[in-house]
C-alpha cells in the first residue's frame, strides 16, 4: 500500500504520549448505520460489545485498545478534558497528499496541536489541549466538527 492511498494502518508510535496515556480508547469497525455505509462504531475492546462515547465502563487503556486492534478496523479515542478534537473533512487529496489552504489556515491559527491524516485519507484529525464555554460540548459545520466531549475521534498515528 502506498504512503498516500487509504489509510488502513495504525502507528502507535507517532500518537503523542499524552493522548496514548488517556484511559478513554476504544476500537471501531466500519458498518452501515442508518442507511449510511463506512461509519466507524466504537466497541469496547475489553467486551466486544459496542461502545458509548458517554459511557467511561466502555473504554479501556491505549494498550488495551491497541491489543484488540486485530479484530477491528482501528482504535478511537474518547473526547474529552483535557483535550479538544477537530475533524477536518474533504480536505487533503489522498492520492497526492495536498491539504486544501482552508485547512492549512485553520491548523496554523490553533495552539499546538497534535495533526494526523484520519483513516480514508481525505482528512484530518487535530488533537489540542483546551476547552469550551460552559455547556458546550461541540459543534459541526459543513467539513468541520469540533468537540470537547460526548464524541470519539478515530486515531491513525498517520501524523502530518
Known amino acids: 500500500m502506498s504512503e498516500n492511498s487509504k489509510i488502513h494502518r495504525l502507528d502507535p508510535e507517532k500518537i503523542p504520549s499524552e493522548l496514548r496515556a488517556s484511559s478513554r480508547w476504544v476500537t471501531y469497525r466500519n458498518e452501515e448505520h442508518e442507511g449510511r455505509k ?26 488495551e485498545a491497541l491489543d484488540a486492534a486485530p479484530r477491528y478496523d482501528g482504535i478511537g479515542l474518547v473526547i474529552g478534558a483535557p483535550f479538544v478534537a477537530v475533524d477536518l473533512d474533504k480536505c487533503r487529496d489522498p492520492e497526492t497528499g495536498v491539504i486544501d489552504q482552508w485547512a492549512r489556515d485553520l491548523i496554523a491559527s490553533l495552539p499546538e496541536t497534535y495533526a494526523e491524516v484520519s483513516p ?41
Not at 463506512?38 to 494498550?63: E, H, M, V
Not at 470519539?152 to 498517520?158: L, S
Open 120 to 160: 480514508s485519507g481525505r482528512g484530518i484529525h487535530l488533537w489540542f489541549k483546551g476547552k469550551f464555554p460552559k455547556g458546550k460540548l461541540g459543534f459541526r459545520a459543513p467539513d468541520l466538527e469540533v468537540y470537547a466531549g460526548d464524541r470519539y475521534f478515530t486515531v491513525t498515528g498517520v501524523s502530518l
Open 38 to 63: 463506512g461509519c466507524k462504531i466504537p466497541y469496547a475492546a475489553l467486551t466486544g460489545k459496542r461502545a458509548s462515547s458517554t459511557n467511561p465502563d466502555d473504554w479501556c487503556s491505549f494498550q
